[in-house]
C-alpha cells in the first residue's frame, strides 16, 4: 500500500500561480506513473497531467499545456504541479494517483491508477 499526501492547495485570483506537491515514500522504489487529477463539483474527475518517474515522460490535458508543468524531485520523493495564468475553470480537487509504470502514464482512465492522495481544493476566483 502506497501512502500519498498532496497539499499547497488554496485560494488563487485568476492569472495568479499555484504549486501543488505529492508524496509518497514509495516514489523511488521503482518507477511509476504519477499523475494528478481534477475533480470540479458536480463533474467526472479528469486527468490534467502525469509523468513517470522511470523514463522522465509527462503529458498534459489539451487545458493544461503551456501553463502547468509537472516536475519530480526524486531525492524529496515528491511530484510538483507548477499552475500558472490560473483561469476559474482550473478549480476543483486535485487529486494526486499513482500505479507501477514501466516507462509511460496516461491521464485516464481514473480505473488505471491504484493509489491515490485524499485531495487538495483549488479555488481560483477574483
Known amino acids: 500500500q502506497m501512502r500519498i499526501v498532496e497539499s499547497g492547495g488554496g485560494s488563487v485570483q485568476p492569472g495568479g500561480s499555484l504549486t501543488l506537491s505529492c508524496a509518497a515514500p514509495?516514489?523511488?522504489?521503482?518507477?511509476?506513473?504519477i499523475a494528478w487529477f481534477r475533480q470540479a463539483p458536480g463533474k467526472e474527475r479528469v486527468g490534467v497531467s502525469c509523468?513517470?518517474?522511470?523514463?522522465?515522460?509527462?503529458y498534459y490535458a489539451d487545458s493544461a499545456e503551456g501553463r502547468f508543468t509537472i516536475s519530480k524531485h526524486s531525492a524529496q520523493n515528491t511530484v510538483f504541479l507548477q499552475m500558472n495564468r490560473v483561469l476559474p475553470e482550473d478549480s476543483g480537487v486535485y487529486y494526486c494517483?499513482?500505479?507501477?509504470?514501466?516507462?509511460?502514464?496516461?491521464?485516464?482512465?481514473?480505473?488505471?491508477?491504484?493509489?491515490w492522495g485524499q485531495g487538495t481544493q483549488v479555488t481560483v476566483s477574483s
Open positions: 514509495g516514489f523511488s522504489q521503482g518507477s511509476y506513473a
Open positions: 494517483a499513482a500505479d507501477r509504470a514501466t516507462d509511460t502514464c496516461a491521464l485516464g482512465p481514473i480505473s488505471a491508477y491504484e493509489y
Open positions: 509523468l513517470n518517474s522511470g523514463s522522465g515522460a509527462m
